[in-house]
């Protein structure tokens, strides 16, 4: 996709949830794209590969946080299980002040992402090759983050395992799902509550241009994660918390 295509077409499915976008950013977003399809072709990072389809699906989708929680720009942030990037890279290149850590445990998508970060000249951003269940228990990062997101492939249960921890008191986990999760969600409610957090909303909504629903839900950290959660690697996924 040429760049003023690609540049008009961003700019409309960004509007359509509110956000304004200029040049600088425009770029990086191009830059982005460009990189991951190049890379893809090397290493599996992701199945939509149409420039279209990740506009909408990946980066518009990673971007529809805004509508459920407002950034000041400054807070520190930790992505979860990020994989090719999503969403922790689009929302800084939005919010080029926010504190980002990006954690997978694939060291070669870590490769990639670092040389997205290079290339577009980000700051303020920290890659961490390891398990989330492993991290969750170090000092270093545990209860340190305004906000934890993640949009990788869990139930509830064990991604409230996998990120609360991560989180500072009155902070908040954003977690993306697509459709069809509220049964989930309800079984999920106990273990967040177990993990310290407390769900505050969840804002269910289209993709532009599409018939895709999504939830962003919200979770709040009000109290403190007990010390032997998460539990050792493996343990959250295989016997998700009731």
């Known amino acids: 996709m040429e760049y003023e295509e690609f540049k008009s077409e961003l700019i409309k499915q960004l509007k359509k949830i509110d956000i304004e976008i200029d040049e600088e950013k425009v770029i990086k977003f191009y830059k982005y794209m460009n990189l991951l399809i190049e890379w893809n072709k090397k290493i599996n ?85 390891g398990r989330a269940e492993d991290l969750g228990k170090n000092s270093n990062y545990r209860e340190k983050y305004d906000l934890c997101v993640s949009r990788a492939v869990a139930n509830i249960s064990t991604l409230s395992e996998y990120c609360i921890p991560f ?43 599409s018939d895709m629903s999504r939830n962003v839900i919200i979770i709040d950290k009000i109290k403190n994660t007990p010390n032997k959660y998460p539990r050792k690697a493996g343990i959250p996924v295989k016997e998700p918390l009731k």
């Open 45 to 129: 990072l992701t199945a939509i590969i149409e420039p279209n389809d990740i506009i909408l699906k990946h980066f518009v989708d990673s971007l529809s946080l805004v509508k459920s929680i407002k950034l000041n720009g400054d807070e520190s942030l930790i992505d979860v299980g990020t994989g090719a990037g999503f969403p922790g890279i689009p929302i800084k290149i939005m919010f080029p002040n926010l504190k980002i850590i990006l954690i997978d445990s694939l060291n070669k998508r870590l490769l990639f992402l670092n040389e997205v970060i290079n290339i577009l000249g980000l700051d303020k951003i920290e890659l961490v090759h």
């Open 167 to 209: 989180i500072k008191l009155n902070g908040y986990f954003i977690c993306y799902k697509a459709d069809g999760c509220m049964n989930e969600i309800n079984i999920g409610k106990n273990a967040i509550k177990v993990l310290g957090g407390k769900i505050k909303n969840i804002d269910e909504f289209v993709l532009p241009d």
